[in-house]
């Protein structure tokens, strides 16, 4: 028996459980491209099965290779609908203590924002007040952002597009050292546990798909 199908019928519990505002999506990471097995309340985001993997959950399951990640809870989500999600994600292993499945929870949370919005307009008026100063820390960690897209191709263009914005240079003219730069940080991202990444990425740098096989091969054996 897979080890996931106890948790599909948690994922309709939860989703009545917790209401008609929250999203509840149940992730097989052993097919990243349609890994949506079970989802409750897939209005809020616009996914339905066969889903894909987000950009955020592919960077968790890279970064899992060398630390352990039990969950990771309050975080921001996007919508394809362009509502904002309060997200939290539980990570499913095997006995082998692999990682196979992921249990998301995504709280609408736009009405509550608007509400806050059209508050602070009628209330405040204008009204400015001083921002309070950030508390600094060594921790302070960025903070955490994940989009809700429907299929795996917009993930792939939005990963790659985001690393982009770093650089001024159309992609095309970009140098081979800025190249490999990209190529690592998309790798550290999951881009290319996703089907069709690194055609994708070989697409926008206008170079073959072995080219960037070479890219990995190098950056991988340093």
Same mark, same amino acid.
Do not use: W
């Given at each position: 028996?897979?080890? @996931?199908?106890?948790?599909?019928?948690?994922?309709?519990?939860?989703?009545?459980? &917790?209401?008609?505002?929250?999203?509840?999506?149940?992730?097989?990471?052993?097919?990243?491209?349609?890994?949506?097995?079970?989802?409750?309340?897939?209005?809020?985001?616009?996914?339905?099965?066969?889903?894909? @993997?987000?950009?955020?959950?592919?960077?968790? &399951?890279?970064?899992? +290779? !060398?630390?352990?990640?039990?969950?990771?809870?309050?975080?921001?989500? !996007?919508?394809?609908?362009?509502?904002?999600?309060?997200?939290?994600?539980?990570?499913?292993?095997?006995?082998?203590?692999?990682?196979?499945?992921?249990?998301? @929870?995504?709280?609408?949370?736009?009405?509550?924002?608007? *509400? $806050?919005?059209?508050?602070?307009?009628?209330?405040?008026?204008?009204?400015?007040? *001083?921002?309070?100063?950030?508390?600094?820390?060594?921790?302070?960690?960025?903070?955490?952002?994940?989009?809700?897209?429907?299929?795996?191709?917009?993930?792939?263009?939005?990963?790659?597009? +985001?690393?982009?914005?770093?650089?001024?240079?159309?992609? !095309? $003219? &970009?140098?081979?050292?800025?190249?490999?730069?990209?190529?690592?940080?998309?790798?550290?991202?999951?881009?290319?546990?996703?089907?069709?990444?690194?055609?994708?990425?070989?697409?926008? &740098?206008?170079?073959?798909?072995?080219?960037?096989? $070479?890219?990995?091969?190098?950056?991988?054996?340093?």
């Amino acid at each position: 028996m897979n080890v @996931l199908d106890s948790y599909i019928p948690l994922v309709e519990f939860l989703g009545n459980a &917790l209401g008609e505002h929250c999203e509840v999506v149940l992730h097989d990471v052993t097919k990243p491209e349609q890994s949506i097995v079970a989802i409750a309340n897939g209005h809020l985001s616009g996914r339905r099965l066969g889903g894909s @993997l987000t950009d955020f959950t592919l960077g968790l &399951l890279q970064q899992a +290779k !060398k630390k352990p990640i039990q969950y990771v809870t309050n975080y921001q989500g !996007k919508g394809s609908t362009g509502h904002t999600f309060r997200s939290s994600s539980y990570f499913i292993k095997d006995d082998a203590g692999t990682i196979v499945g992921v249990l998301c @929870l995504n709280y609408d949370i736009q009405p509550y924002l608007e *509400a $806050r919005h059209m508050l602070d307009a009628e209330i405040l008026k204008g009204l400015v007040l *001083a921002n309070k100063p950030a508390a600094h820390s060594e921790n302070t960690q960025e903070p955490i952002f994940e989009n809700l897209y429907k299929t795996a191709e917009d993930t792939i263009h939005s990963m790659i597009s +985001k690393r982009l914005q770093t650089y001024p240079a159309e992609a !095309k $003219r &970009l140098s081979v050292e800025e190249r490999m730069k990209i190529t690592q940080e998309l790798d550290e991202d999951g881009l290319f546990l996703l089907k069709g990444g690194i055609s994708a990425l070989a697409a926008v &740098l206008d170079v073959s798909e072995p080219t960037i096989y $070479r890219y990995l091969s190098r950056i991988r054996k340093e």
